[in-house]
């Protein structure tokens, strides 16, 4: 072999190499190199059937899965011995680390702990603000609900309401509940009503809304806890002839349209594709180096306005489905 034959050899042989220790390598970067074990993290949520915030959220949570090189198992049941079955399921499965939401702590609580006993680090988000530090979990992503009720009541305020129907659409979740109670609070002078409705019939949905807007015709807004519900409330008031303003927590793509065409006024936005990466990612980062942020305390996703003022901004994410 001559010399100048072997020094081309080497250069191809280096430039060959190249790809390998590219910044490009994303997942594999991540996760510590090709040979570095592959995690699998169960989610685990309260989603009801057809509501799509959670796509949302679980959109997040794959992209953080890619970029950390992790198998995300996600998994969903509206009861909460559904998802205490999950949890189960998730520990037979030895899967090494479980983010969950706490819609309904106390039928929770013996399945978290059990896995905690068993060494399998469990990180809380969109759901259980005020009960995640009893549960001894270490971090929490999302929003604090009384605080994003009481941010809503006092916009509802100042835009002038007088009596409000606070919707809400799955009866037993904390969350939904500290939001209608955060409104009364921040609609000082104003009057709260709250109604329950059935959020996985939505002809129930807007029959039952429809039946209360004609029945009293005082209302002059309503608020959804959900898109899907907002949007459905939007159809109640036309077939009410109400004049009652429509305003929601959560968004879809659907709903920021309604936002755009004014048949929603607003939304108290919390970020769901911001708390499915997170939780991801955080969990991620104490399995792999211990790391637990928050310093204690929620991390907060929310609450912000989704509005007119802002909505340009936030139409071309919705239609990534990533807002």
């Known amino acids: 072999m001559t010399k100048t034959f072997a020094a081309i050899l080497l250069i191809v042989s280096v430039l060959a190499a190249l790809p390998a220790c590219s ?11 090709a040979g570095a074990k592959r995690l699998r993290i169960a989610m685990i949520t309260h989603q009801a059937p057809g ?12 992209a953080a899965s890619a970029n950390d090189n992790v198998d995300l ?3 969903n049941d509206q009861s909460a011995n559904g998802q205490a079955v999950l949890v189960q ?3 037979d499965s030895r899967v090494d680390g479980i983010a969950l939401t706490l819609a309904t702590p106390d039928a929770l609580s013996a ?7 068993l060494g399998i680090p469990v990180i809380a988000f969109n759901a259980g603000f005020d009960a995640w ?6 971090m929490y992503i999302g929003q604090d609900e009384a605080l994003a009720g009481r941010t809503a009541g006092q916009r509802l305020r100042r835009d002038g309401a007088k009596h409000v129907l606070c919707v809400i659409q799955s009866q037993g979740q904390v969350q939904l509940e500290a939001r209608c109670q ?8 104003g009057r709260t009503e709250k109604i329950y409705v059935n959020g996985a019939d939505m002809p129930s949905v807007r029959s039952t809304i429809t039946a209360k807007l004609q029945e009293d015709r005082t209302i002059d807004y309503v608020v959804a806890l959900g898109a899907p519900i907002a949007w459905t409330a939007v159809e109640a008031v036309k077939a009410a002839a109400s004049k009652a303003k429509i305003v ?29 990466y997170e939780a991801i990612d955080a969990l991620w980062l104490n399995i792999t180096n211990g790391n637990v942020i928050g310093g204690g305390q929620a991390v907060l996703t929310g609450p912000s306005f989704i509005d007119a003022s802002n909505i340009e901004t936030i139409v071309k994410y919705a239609a990534k489905g990533t807002r």
């Open 23 to 33: 910044s490009t390598g994303g997942a594999r970067n991540r996760a510590g190199g």
């Open 51 to 62: 509501d799509t915030f959670w796509d949302i959220i679980r959109k997040g949570a794959e």
């Open 73 to 75: 198992i996600y998994s």
């Open 89 to 91: 399921n998730a520990i």
């Open 111 to 117: 399945a978290v702990r059990k896995a905690q006993r």
């Open 133 to 138: 530090k009893r549960l001894d979990i270490p």
């Open 182 to 189: 955060g409104v009364q609070q921040g609609l000082t002078g």
């Open 248 to 276: 929601t927590f959560d968004t879809n793509k659907q709903l920021v349209q309604a936002i755009e065409n004014r048949s929603v006024r607003w939304a108290i936005d919390q970020q769901p594709y911001l708390q499915g």
